[in-house]
């Protein structure tokens, strides 16, 4: 096969011209899983449209300092995700789910250049070449790159300062240099996500205790590097703080950050202590198989004595306990340790790949990726999914194909596999998660965009109106509807007192209500009030009504 060309996977490339050419193949690769269909889906309630319409109301209002969301300050993020996000707007010429989403993909796709970069420093080009393929395959990471979400960002540059702080930890002619980018990176990283940023310092200072270096790192550099990405910071943070008052100071200052950790703020997403230990295996799937092989080899051969894989490991446990022992947990908090597992399977696929020996870890990990999408098939087939889960059920086909084509792609995998063509079976497992990662681009969309998104909704509502007419929203606030009627503000309205008020205006009135929230009021109040549009997005069963 073509790849044979490089002799990559048998003895690594030693032309310059077949090393370029065989990165342009990988990176197109992730071209392909990062950007493909990227505007084929609407943008979903909450995360995407609430962000959407902050940089909106960013781009129209000019306030580039104080981010805003339906009016009132937004105390919830930093403004720099706003700000690249209108960036793209601004070059791509149009806001749409495509520029809105682009900032996202294109971090993703360049932390799967840097996986590839690191994976090539700390081991060899194979490594970081598969290491890269493992990242931009598995199942979280290219998904949640393909949201308008601050994560893909946040792990971009988290793994930048990662990178030049380790440049700077080997080399210390050019550790300033080094360290100083790491502090840039990492005052960016705060930026968009918060002091999550500074753990990138935690994971070297650790490393640097079991070296015993710490002098290689705890140094004056190191005081510069942080005291340049607090000059980052308070670029943003102080002007902020001076224009959004007290209550905006402590609430970006302690509730989004310290709150968060301890369970004291607003949406921290508070889990259980093994939310981590159930949800990060699904994640990394198809992946995850390997782990115990993984955790194995690294035992027999004491990995661990060695600089890279004790970096890596450090590095992995370091986020993974420290969003374990936080109160707010999400899937994508953990996504910063994604390179960095993948770097060690990839690098217990690079032992592999040359030995002719018969792993046997590896091959019972292979023959479990092969009966998992059969154990899938075999709960749709006997009607268990439409019993435990009746919504999924609408998607029975679709899992079945892909079941299919899952469990044919790692029969295949295996036999190359117990062949000795170890690089033939990486290459086919790569090549079935991309075409899943595509299938679910493009044929999820049609489906699921009826379901989750305000788009259709929206545009009834607005040919409903006329240019005098208002809108209100009752009891909550569905953004989606803000975004796509592409109204400036619509109130929320949150009392029975004002909707009184609001339903006995002279001029005609338009009303977004949950049909639970409708029939609550009905019992308190007698007004006879008949649905002109209803629909079901989500969870929620929407009603829109009026006074006219």
């Not at 960016?188 to 200072?205: C, M, R």
């Not at 990990?365 to 999408?373: A, E, G, Q």
């Not at 029975?496 to 009135?509: A, D, G, I, M, N």
Request: hydrophobic share 50%; aromatic share 18%.
């Amino acid at each position: 096969m073509w790849l044979g060309r490089f002799k990559f996977w048998n003895v690594g490339i030693k032309n310059l011209d077949s090393k370029r050419v065989f990165y342009i193949i990988l990176i197109t690769i992730g071209g392909v899983i990062f950007f493909c269909n990227l505007g084929g889906r609407d943008l979903w309630d909450p995360d995407e449209t609430r962000y959407a319409v902050i940089a909106r109301e960013m781009r129209e209002g000019g306030n580039w300092i104080l981010p805003h969301l339906n009016g009132k300050i937004y105390s919830e993020k930093p403004s720099l995700f706003f700000w690249i996000v209108n960036l793209s707007v601004f070059f791509l010429g149009e806001d749409t789910e495509f520029s809105n989403r682009f900032p996202s993909a294109l971090a993703g796709l360049l932390t799967f250049i840097l996986t590839l970069i690191f994976g090539s420093k700390l081991f060899n080009d194979r490594v970081g070449s598969i290491a890269a393929l493992i990242l931009g395959t598995s199942v979280l990471f290219p998904q949640v790159s393909r949201w308008m979400v601050l994560d893909s960002l946040f792990v971009f540059l988290f793994l930048f300062s990662l990178l030049f702080f380790y440049q700077g930890y080997e080399d210390k002619n050019q550790r300033l240099k080094n360290f100083m980018m790491a502090g840039f990176c990492t005052g960016l990283g705060v930026l968009i996500k918060g002091p999550v940023a500074f753990l990138s310092i935690l994971i070297f200072l650790i490393v640097t205790f079991f070296h015993k270096e710490k002098e290689k790192f705890w140094n004056r550099d190191l005081l510069y590097s942080f005291i340049f990405s607090l000059i980052i910071i308070l670029t943003w943070l102080f002007p902020a703080c001076w224009l959004g008052g007290g209550d905006f100071t402590r609430r970006i200052l302690f509730e989004q950050s310290v709150g968060r950790l301890v369970g004291t703020g607003k949406h921290i997403h508070p889990e259980s202590f093994f939310f981590y230990f159930i949800r990060f295996p699904l994640g990394f799937l198809p992946w995850t198989v390997f782990l115990p092989s993984l955790f194995i080899w690294i035992w027999k051969e004491r990995k661990w004595h060695e600089k890279g894989f004790l970096f890596l490991i450090v590095w992995f446990c370091t986020i993974f306990l420290f969003f374990t022992l936080s109160k707010g947990k999400k899937d994508t908090y953990i996504l910063p340790l994604y390179p960095a597992v993948a770097i060690m399977v990839g690098s217990l696929w690079n032992s592999a790949i040359p030995s002719s020996n018969k792993e046997r870890g590896m091959t019972i990990s292979l023959i479990i990726l092969t009966f998992i999408p059969l154990i899938l098939f075999g709960i749709i087939g006997s009607g268990v999914l439409k019993k435990l889960y009746p919504e999924a059920w609408a998607y029975h086909r679709l899992l079945i194909f892909i079941s299919v084509y899952l469990s044919l792609g790692g029969i295949g995998c295996l036999f190359f596999f117990l062949k000795g063509k170890k690089w033939v079976s990486f290459f086919i497992l790569t090549l079935i998660w991309t075409f899943l990662h595509l299938h679910i681009s493009y044929s999820l969309p049609p489906k699921l965009n009826p379901r989750r998104s305000m788009r259709e909704f929206s545009k009834k509502v607005v040919q409903k109106m006329d240019p005098q007419d208002e809108l209100k929203t009752c009891f909550f606030q569905p953004l989606g509807l803000l975004y796509y009627t592409k109204k400036n503000f619509i109130e929320e309205i949150e009392t029975k007192e004002r909707f009184l008020e609001v339903f006995q205006f002279p001029r005609r009135v338009f009303f977004v209500i949950q049909r639970r929230d409708l029939d609550r009021l009905l019992e308190k109040i007698d007004l006879k009030v008949h649905p002109i549009e209803e629909v079901k997005i989500g969870h929620w069963d929407l009603l829109l009504i009026s006074n006219r």
